[in-house]
């Protein structure tokens, strides 16, 4: 069954669909906004003076890199 032809979507409109979506998937292979070195939040500086900066991502055992939660938010 054959739709009229002001019912169905125009090649140009699915053509720029296509194409933003290529565009949006391909934003995701820039580099990271903040490299690990930046300071994240005030607080960083402050415990890098003192000694007590946690590193942000730390290796585990079996080589994989892991947020190093436990020791950025353990207390001081």
């Given at each position: 069954?054959?739709?009229?032809?002001?019912?169905?979507?125009?090649?140009?409109?699915?053509?720029?669909?296509?194409?933003?979506?290529a565009a949006l998937l391909a934003g995701g292979c820039s580099k990271p906004l903040l490299s690990p070195k930046d300071e994240r939040t005030p607080?960083?500086?402050?415990?890098?003076?003192?000694?007590?900066?946690?590193?942000?991502?730390?290796?585990?055992?079996?080589?994989?890199?892991?947020?190093?939660?436990?020791?950025?938010?353990?207390?001081?």
């Amino acid at each position: 069954m054959n739709r009229p032809a002001h019912t169905r979507p125009a090649r140009g409109a699915r053509a720029i669909a296509v194409l933003t979506g290529a565009a949006l998937l391909a934003g995701g292979c820039s580099k990271p906004l903040l490299s690990p070195k930046d300071e994240r939040t005030p607080f960083d500086r402050y415990d890098a003076v003192r000694n007590q900066f946690a590193q942000q991502q730390i290796e585990d055992e079996f080589g994989q890199i892991k947020p190093n939660l436990r020791a950025r938010l353990a207390p001081r």
